[in-house]
C-alpha cells in the first residue's frame, strides 16, 4: 500500500469522525476539522497506522459483521456470567493467569484480539510478548495452554484472520 | 414517541443494574485482578446501555452517542490491561485462590 493512500485514509478518517461529532454542515466546522485533520495526517501520519493490514475486500467486510455480531454476544455473556458470580453467595471463583498463543501476526489484529479478551467473558490481557499472551481468567476451566487457546482466542481469531493480513 | 421513551427508559434502568453490580464486585472480588475484571465488564455493558437508551429517547444523538460507545470499547479494556499488567509487574499478590500463574513462572524462567 503506497504511503499516500495511508495517508488520505487517515485524513479521511479524522476528518468523518470530526464531521460526525459536531453534526454539523457549517462552513467553519469543515474548515476547523480539515485543519485539524491535515495537521494530524501531516505531523503523526508516520506513527498512526491506523488501518493498515486492514483488507479491503468483500470477504473481510464479512467477517467484520461477524466479529461485531460475535463480539457484541459475548460482551452480554460475559456480564451475565461476572454478574451471577457476583451475586453468588459462596462466590465461586477460580482465578488463573493461563497463557494463549496467538497466529495473529498484525499488529492492530493482535490489539483488538487483547481488546477483545478483554471485554468477554472473564478474561483479562495482563501481559503480551510476541505470539503468547498472559491472560487473567475469573473462572479458570483449565490451566493447559492449547485448551486455553481453544476456548479463549479461537472464536475472535478465525474473524480476525481473515481481516487483517 | 411514548413508546420510544418508555424503551429508553427501561435499557437505561437495565444499564444501571449492570454499573450497581460492577460496585457489587468491587467490593466482593478477593484481589485486584478479579476486581479489575469485574470492573471492566459490567461497566462496559452498563454504559452502553445507559448509551442506547439515551438514544432512543433523543433519537437525534444517535451517531454522537454510537461515537461514545466505541471510544468506550477501544479504551476501557486498554486501561484495565494496563492496570493489570501495572500491578503484576509490581508484585500485587494474587489472592490464595489462584491456580496457577503462568506469568510469574515464565519470568522466573527468563531472569
Do not use: C
Request: aromatic residues 8%; proline residues 4%; neutral net charge.
Amino acid at each position: 500500500m503506497s504511503d499516500t493512500f495511508a495517508s488520505a485514509k487517515l485524513f479521511a478518517i479524522t476528518f468523518l469522525f470530526w464531521m460526525l461529532l459536531n453534526g454539523a454542515f457549517a462552513l467553519d466546522v469543515i474548515l476547523v476539522g480539515a485543519l485539524v485533520a491535515g495537521a494530524i495526517t501531516f505531523f503523526l501520519g508516520g506513527s498512526l497506522h491506523f488501518l493498515s493490514g486492514y483488507r479491503l475486500t468483500g470477504e473481510s467486510a464479512r467477517a467484520t459483521v461477524g466479529y461485531v455480531g460475535y463480539f457484541l454476544g459475548e460482551l452480554v455473556k460475559a456480564n451475565i456470567s461476572v454478574a451471577r458470580v457476583v451475586l453468588d453467595p459462596a462466590l465461586p471463583v477460580v482465578p488463573a493467569i493461563v497463557k494463549v498463543r496467538t497466529r495473529l501476526r498484525n499488529p492492530v489484529a493482535r490489539l483488538l484480539l487483547a481488546n477483545s479478551i478483554t471485554l468477554t467473558p472473564g478474561t483479562l490481557t495482563v501481559e503480551m510478548t510476541d505470539e503468547w499472551l498472559y491472560v487473567h481468567w475469573v473462572v479458570a476451566r483449565t490451566t493447559d495452554p492449547e485448551a486455553a487457546t481453544d476456548a479463549i482466542v479461537a472464536g475472535f481469531e478465525k474473524y480476525l484472520e481473515v481481516m487483517y493480513d | 414517541m411514548i413508546v420510544l421513551t418508555t424503551l429508553g427508559v427501561a435499557v437505561m434502568s437495565i444499564g444501571t443494574v449492570f454499573l450497581a453490580l460492577a460496585g457489587l464486585g468491587l467490593l466482593r472480588m478477593p484481589d485486584t485482578y478479579t476486581r479489575i475484571q469485574a470492573g471492566t465488564k459490567a461497566t462496559t455493558l452498563g454504559t452502553i446501555l445507559v448509551l442506547v437508551g439515551a438514544a432512543l429517547i433523543m433519537p437525534e444523538w444517535t451517531v454522537k452517542l454510537a461515537l461514545i460507545a466505541l471510544f468506550l470499547m477501544f479504551t476501557n479494556p486498554l486501561s484495565s490491561q494496563v492496570l493489570a499488567r501495572a500491578a503484576h509487574r509490581a508484585g500485587v499478590p494474587a489472592t490464595r485462590e489462584t491456580r496457577t500463574d503462568a506469568l510469574a513462572e515464565d519470568k522466573e524462567g527468563l531472569a
